[in-house]
C-alpha cells in the first residue's frame, strides 16, 4: 500500500485515543500487530508519513475510523462514545488475554443479567449470617 500524506493532527488523534481507551504507545502497537514502537515514532514524528496499512491497523487498534485517525471527521466512528460505553473500560477489556476473555465475558454476562432484573450485587454474608455460620462451626 501507498504512503499518506502528511496531515496535521495524526498524532494528536492517536494520542486522543490512547487516552480514551487507557493505553500506552506501546500496547496500542502491540495491539495494532505492529513493533512495540511504531505508535511513539509517529508520535516523536520519526514517521511523519504512515503506509496506509499502517492507518488502518491502528483504527482498529485504536476502536475508531481511519478517517479520523487522518482528520477528515471530528467523530472518532466506531469509538465507545458513540455506542455510550465507557472508553476506559472498553480498553480495560481489550487487554484481556485472549484465553481469559469467555470467562469475562460470562462474568460480565451474570452482572448485566443481575441488573436487568432489580438484583443487587453480592456484597459478601450478613453480620447475621457470618454469626450463624461461626455458631454452627462451634457446634
Known amino acids: 500500500m501507498g504512503h499518506i500524506r502528511p496531515m496535521n493532527g495524526v498524532a494528536q488523534r492517536i494520542r486522543a485515543r490512547l487516552k480514551a481507551l487507557g493505553l500506552t ?3 496500542a502497537s502491540l495491539r495494532a500487530d505492529r513493533q512495540p514502537f511504531t505508535v511513539r515514532d509517529i508520535l516523536s514524528g520519526k514517521n511523519a508519513n504512515p503506509k496506509a496499512d499502517l492507518i488502518l491497523d491502528l483504527a482498529r487498534a485504536l476502536v475508531c475510523s481511519t478517517d479520523y ?3 477528515l471527521r471530528d ?3 466506531a469509538a ?3 455506542a455510550d460505553i465507557d472508553p476506559a473500560l472498553l480498553g480495560a477489556l481489550q487487554r ?3 484465553s481469559e476473555r469467555g470467562t469475562v465475558r460470562r462474568m460480565l454476562e451474570g452482572v448485566a443479567e443481575k ?3 432489580g438484583f443487587e450485587a453480592d456484597t459478601g454474608p450478613t453480620k447475621k449470617k457470618r454469626a450463624k455460620t461461626a455458631r454452627r462451626r462451634k457446634s
Open 80 to 82: 465507545p462514545a458513540s
Open 69 to 71: 485517525l487522518l482528520g
Open 25 to 27: 504507545p506501546r500496547a
Open 96 to 98: 484481556i488475554p485472549p
Open 115 to 117: 441488573s436487568r432484573y
Open 75 to 77: 467523530d472518532p466512528g
